[in-house]
């Protein structure tokens, strides 16, 4: 009996190729787009869990205070902290310490020299405690990670850097020399080992391990004894099945001890602490309520949303192709009516016809599961490359056994409505010709319906998605982000910038140079008081000379701090348009504030400018001439050098000769283009921006195909009618117009009803920008315009074929 079911079923796929192909190809497709977003998914939600003790092991999230109303979060903690909670809770196994280099103390994160014999990198370097190797499941694929940090001058390698430096080289026991960006002293580190390719699902990722003793020496201002340096990330251990409330109320119980001093921020802020919590290891990745800054070693968080969200469109898609299977199934119905009833009246029962059609379906899903998984290798590298992971499809018994389950779901929900309607039919009837066609069914049309709202939804997002990203990167943000180019200076002597300064604007292509004691985005927090007496908290900016100019940012008012005027140090101040609104004054120029404790007189009004994302609101921003950028040597951090567009290789490469020239002792020149900075803010909005836009296409060529199949279906049941209407005169438009126009009302319901869930999914999206576009009636219509035009051409070219059909053949049909 199965052998027949499944001879007849491979005789009809053959003796309907176009409708089988239809179901195929949907299917394939569907099932290829669900396979990838799934596996991108699952990476996503499996995040660090690889880990031997996973469930056990935990991030300390500190909430201090400087003032009553001010508290912050943060993942930094003073060094000392780690050693207190391992003596004071007994409940913590281990702790362990990272520290990498941050923005707000460093030029660039990773500002640490490394030497190999002639080879001379600017390298990001991690440190961690010696008990790294007992709490995380990393692997050394040379050297044992039990006695890589006994010594102090052990160095753990990843592979990519260990191919760097030494090639096909052993490189254990091979000596790396390291120094940092300010000083000139080199330490000599011995490779300990290499470690294993460290799992995409990683949060923790580093090129170099080092250990966290050294720290104080490679880094002349950090202390591993100072509770007044927040640079320790810090991970604990629990015993497992340790109630996690628990812990963290002997956190706050050793708050109010004495066990944790006063301690001091980067600016002499006293700070007080006021929480302790403990985040899970595999909650940091998507857990965007504790913001991960940009640190060696800790990969930044991912938002929730976009995981759920393309959960949700790989099971619309996959769900829109089972569509497809049900409609052409049930469309295909009548077709197929004469062989039930001469089933029926040789005596097949119900449900073995049930089966035979049922099995009919799971074979074509089994089929299109072949192609599905043939697709999903094939665009595979390029799914890669949109999502910017290194996914595999690992074939296993496990993962083999999901995909042939999900396709027999499939085959299972696509083909049980279209069996139950064929093994329902009434063999008298069938045989004496009186059922009546099934494709225009109320059940069918409400499928496509679906399909089609479903279909509009995505692409009105993806045209949302995309007007909001063109939005944010053609808006003027204050200040000429192009052609200009920032250099680290953390390498050369204070002495030297001066010279190198000077250098860079004697070369034609140099606009103009200014410097900057930290990068543009890091503002400090701090208040001021108005002259009303109202404080204020705003942000601080520390700039040298000549900034605005070569930012080209407008003066709204006053002037630009002068080198002619020495007091400008210290007693004038830039505020931004925000501010000046805020002190609500017609004047501001010439009003004094005080800041720092002492009276500051406001000499300029600069225009709003973003040197931070569009997701965040300007905040009241005050300019204030660093000291160090005014000292007559200008000790900054990074050159801020505008050029021309005429020659920009040749410029850079005056700009590393000049370096190599004036960094005499080898020091390596290091640059990027603010622009490409700038864009980096938005590197996640593109990337789910494409995503949504490739996802709307599938649907949309789903629900095409699905047009497609079904108007073949319709033709074919009205071939007689078609006929004696073109024999009695009717146009071909007339005929076009007669068999598109239901598809036609169907789109249109589609749209009265996916607009609403479009507009609603997008203005939430839309929130968590603070400058966004405004969503109109325009983005609906658009997405809804495209939709309507690519079905509606699927559909009319159909029609249009069998209006010009000869209706000689037509009236001769059967």
């Known amino acids: 009996m199965l052998k027949n079911y499944l001879v007849i079923a491979w005789r009809n796929a053959l003796r309907h190729k176009l409708y089988s192909s239809i179901n195929i190809i949907g299917l394939g497709i569907g099932i290829a787009f669900c396979l990838l977003m799934l596996l991108f998914v699952r990476h996503e939600w499996t995040y660090d869990s690889f880990h031997q003790h996973a469930d056990d092991i935990y991030q300390v999230v500190v909430t201090f205070a400087w003032d009553e109303k001010n508290e912050r979060q943060t993942i930094y903690s003073p060094h000392p902290l780690a050693k207190v909670l391992k003596e004071e809770i007994p409940e913590i196994v281990q702790t362990v310490r990272f520290s990498g280099k941050r923005l707000d103390q460093e030029l660039t994160p990773g500002d640490i020299h490394v030497r190999y014999g002639d080879k001379l990198f600017m390298e990001e370097v991690m440190f961690a405690d010696a008990t790294f190797s007992e709490t995380f499941s990393f692997s050394l694929q040379e050297g044992d990670f039990s006695t890589a940090f006994k010594g102090p001058g052990a160095v753990v390698l990843s592979e990519e850097m260990a191919r760097k430096y030494f090639g096909d080289k052993n490189p254990l026991h091979k000596r790396?020399?390291?120094?940092?960006?300010?000083?000139?002293?080199?330490?000599?580190?011995?490779?300990?080992?290499?470690?294993?390719?460290?799992?995409?699902?990683?949060?923790?990722?580093?090129?170099?391990?080092?250990?966290?003793?050294?720290?104080?020496?490679?880094?002349?201002?950090?202390?591993?004894?100072?509770?007044?340096?927040?640079?320790?990330v810090t991970f604990i251990q629990l015993t497992a099945g340790t109630p996690i409330k628990v812990v963290e109320g002997k956190l706050d119980a050793l708050v109010q001890s004495d066990k944790i001093p006063p301690v001091y921020g980067l600016y002499g802020e006293e700070f007080r602490f006021v929480h302790f919590?403990?985040?899970?290891?595999?909650?940091?990745?998507?857990?965007?309520?504790?913001?991960?800054?940009?640190?060696?070693?800790?990969?930044?968080?991912?938002?929730?949303?976009?995981?759920?969200?393309?959960?949700?469109?790989?099971?619309?898609?996959?769900?829109?192709?089972?569509?497809?299977?049900?409609?052409?199934?049930?469309?295909?119905?009548?077709?197929?009516?004469?062989?039930?009833?001469?089933?029926?009246?040789?005596?097949?029962?119900?449900?073995?016809?049930?089966?035979?059609?049922?099995?009919?379906a799971i074979l074509l899903s089994l089929i299109g599961l072949v192609g599905g998984v043939a697709l999903a290798e094939f665009f595979l590298p390029i799914f890669n490359g949109l999502v910017g992971k290194d996914l595999l499809l690992e074939w296993n018994a496990s993962l083999l056994g999901a995909l042939v389950g999900l396709s027999l779901l499939v085959g299972l929900v696509a083909g049980s409505y279209p069996a139950l309607v064929l093994s329902g039919f009434h063999p008298v009837e069938v045989l004496k010709g009186r059922l009546r066609g099934s494709g225009t069914s109320l059940f069918g049309r409400g499928l496509v319906m679906v399909q089609f709202m479903l279909s509009i939804a995505l692409a009105i997002s993806a045209v949302v998605m995309m007007r909001q990203l063109h939005f944010i990167q053609t808006r003027d943000l204050g200040f000429n982000k192009e052609q200009v180019v920032l250099i680290n200076t953390e390498a050369p002597g204070e002495s030297q910038r001066a010279a190198l300064r000077n250098s860079l604007l004697q070369h034609s292509h140099v606009v103009n140079v200014a410097m900057v004691r930290y990068p543009l985005e890091y503002f400090q927090k701090d208040e001021v008081g108005l002259s009303d007496g109202r404080p204020l908290d705003i942000r601080k900016l520390l700039v040298g000379y000549d900034l605005l100019e070569t930012l080209e940012m407008d003066l709204v008012e006053g002037r630009d701090f002068s080198r002619g005027l020495g007091t400008d140090v210290t007693e004038s101040i830039i505020i931004n348009q925000t501010l000046a609104s805020q002190i609500g004054r017609d004047e501001v120029v010439g009003q004094m504030i005080e800041l720092d404790g002492r009276p500051r007189q406001i000499i300029g009004v600069v225009e709003d400018f973003y040197f931070e994302s569009l997701h965040h609101q300007v905040s009241p921003t005050v300019l204030v001439l660093n000291p160090e950028l005014a000292d007559g040597v200008e000790n900054g951090r990074l050159f801020v050098v505008r050029i021309k567009s005429d020659d920009i290789p040749g410029t850079l490469a005056y700009m590393e000769d000049k370096w190599n020239e004036i960094a005499s002792y080898g020091k390596v020149f290091q640059y990027s283009f603010l622009n490409e900075n700038i864009e980096r803010f938005y590197r996640e909005e593109r990337r789910w921006g494409r995503m949504i836009t490739y996802s709307s296409l599938f649907a949309i060529f789903i629900a095409c195909l699905g047009a497609f199949g079904i108007t073949s279906i319709v033709v074919t049941q009205r071939t007689k009618e078609i006929g004696i209407r073109k024999v009695l005169g009717a146009s071909v438009p007339s005929i076009a117009a007669l068999l598109s126009s239901e598809f036609f009302r169907l789109v249109l319901v589609a749209n009265a009803m996916a607009w609403p869930l479009a507009y609603l999914a997008m203005d939430r999206w839309l929130q968590d920008f603070a400058y966004r576009i405004d969503l109109g009636i325009e983005e609906l219509a658009l997405g809804g315009a495209l939709t309507l035009l690519l079905i509606m051409t699927t559909v009319i070219s159909q029609a249009i074929k069998a209006a010009f059909s000869n209706p000689v053949d037509a009236l001769r049909y059967e």
């Not at 965007?288 to 800790?298: F, H, L």
């Not at 929730?304 to 099971?315: H, M």
């Open 176 to 232: 790396l020399s390291f120094r940092s960006a300010r000083s000139n002293a080199w330490y000599d580190f011995t490779v300990a080992g290499v470690v294993e390719e460290i799992p995409g699902n990683s949060t923790i990722r580093f090129d170099f391990l080092l250990p966290y003793e050294r720290i104080s020496e490679l880094f002349s201002a950090s202390t591993a004894d100072s509770w007044e340096r927040w640079e320790a």
């Open 277 to 360: 919590a403990l985040q899970p290891l595999t909650d940091m990745h998507l857990n965007s309520d504790i913001p991960t800054p940009r640190i060696p070693g800790i990969e930044p968080e991912s938002d929730p949303v976009y995981s759920y969200l393309l959960a949700g469109i790989s099971l619309l898609v996959l769900g829109m192709a089972c569509i497809n299977f049900t409609n052409l199934g049930i469309a295909r119905s009548t077709t197929r009516a004469r062989e039930v009833g001469v089933r029926k009246v040789v005596g097949a029962r119900r449900r073995q016809l049930i089966g035979q059609f049922g099995g009919e």
